[in-house]
């Protein structure tokens, strides 16, 4: 490896150990704002925990109730057998389906020369 080849790909490698520091020294740096929290009053902790007693004493009220009570299903009847069973209705005839096939698309292209018989190029294979 030639020198200059080394010295460029040390140079590479310094700048990227640099930047990488510098990132993580920043993402040190944001995380440690991220642990010290947000100072609260006594008056606001307290209001809060009021309001948390109230809703777990209404949601344990709620358990102590009970549901009303479901109606009863009816029985279910036994199905007929086959032998005594009635004949079931026939079966809908299927919808007709008319299929219309839609109309050609024609395209005309159109030559210098006309048609084989008119003019010059008669014979001379302008179509082949």
């Not at 609260?40 to 307290?46: L, N």
């Not at 007929?80 to 839609?102: G, K």
């Amino acid at each position: 490896m030639k020198a200059t080849h080394a010295l460029v790909l040390a140079l590479a490698v310094g700048v990227a150990a640099v930047a990488g520091t510098y990132a993580a020294l920043r993402t040190t740096h944001l995380g440690m704002a991220a642990v010290q929290a947000p100072q609260v009053s006594s008056a606001a902790i307290t209001r809060r925990s009021r309001a948390l007693d109230r809703a777990q004493v209404a949601l344990r009220a709620q358990l102590r109730r009970r549901p009303p009570a479901l109606p009863r299903v009816p029985k279910a009847q036994p199905l007929p057998s086959p032998a005594t069973a009635a004949p079931l209705a026939a079966p809908a005839a299927a919808p007709r389906v008319l299929y219309v096939r839609p109309k050609p698309i024609v395209h005309i292209v159109h030559r210098h020369g006309g048609e084989p018989g008119e003019g010059s190029d008669e014979g001379h294979g302008a179509d082949d």
